[in-house]
């Protein structure tokens, strides 16, 4: 048809070899991907993997199983010096913040006259001479007793005799009346309300006036009570095997630590203080072990557990790829490195990757 052939585009041979190389080009991976498909699993658990045992030897070395942590502090406020009945100028002192107090310290000086510490049941309140009797003259004869004043034969009863009147104007005399009268003045006497008194704070200077009965011009430097310790990771709580023993280090010193109750002990809460800054809020440290552990270092990976939530890891037993498991114990696991405390050498040989080898990792 002659209409036809115009409309139809006339090829010779070698267009048509062209044309056919072509459609090849396309056609062709097109059917390699159609004979895959038919030939593939819907499952991808189908597609088996090999994967290769790893094994590994552990690494001998020490841990102290350290971490930072934050001690929060509880103080008890100390308690005071007050003063007694004075007239009189401040004209000179004899302790500061720092000094311990005890029965016979002297403290300051009023008016000439030195001011002495004394600890008793209660504060002296009145004066006291010669047919005086009642418990504050038996608590006087014990502290002139105390301060060397009296003998051990005279202290006794609650009578103000003639002994004791000797005994007062060798008081009056150590401590500058220049007359002595044998008359107690509870003017010479602080009193401690405890037997040893730690100055925290003094108030008075030398040239003010001596302060009015019943004020305060010395502070015992307050107690430390307790010292709770939290980690400072919040994702990693403080817990600390009650079967060890643990110090909380603050700079180069050393306390002991109750693992029990996550506090520094009782018994170095003194010490403690002494290195502390009075009231402060927040002590910085880390716990670790009292003495470094020895133990075998291994990639956690190693580590597998049981129903009873007990660890082992696994040996290579025998040929044919076979394993047998062995219970281990630890001493905590960091960074992917688990650290075996017991049921382990460093020339023991493990599996390293149990989870990809084993069909069940679960211990005996």
Known sequence: MPGLNKRLPQFGPGRWASWLLAVSVILAPAAVLVWLRLGTSESIASIESDTTAVLVSGTTRTVADERPVSGAPTWLDGRSLRAPQWTGTVTGLHVAAGDTVTTGSRLLVIS?????????????????????????????????LLLGDLNAASATGDRFDAATAQAVRSL??????????????????????????????????????????????????????RVALTSVNANEPLTLDPGTKWVFVVGQARFDIDPATLEVSADSLAALASTAKAKTERIDGRVERAMPLAVVALPATAITVGPRANLCVWLPSGAGGRYEPREVTLAGSRAGVANVATGLDATTTVLANPSDVLASTACP
């Open 172 to 225: 009056e005399a150590s401590i500058g009346v220049l007359q002595p009268t044998g008359q107690f003045d509870p003017g010479w006497f602080v009193w401690l309300p405890v037997t040893s008194f730690t100055v925290g704070g003094f108030k008075l200077e030398v040239g003010e006036p001596a302060p009015p009965a019943g004020v305060a011009f010395a502070t015992e430097a307050p107690t430390l009570q």
């Open 112 to 144: 000439g006259l030195d001011r002495l510490a004394v600890a008793s049941p209660a504060p002296f309140y009145r004066q006291l001479r010669a047919g005086d009797t009642g418990p504050d003259v038996a608590e006087l004869k014990r502290a002139l």
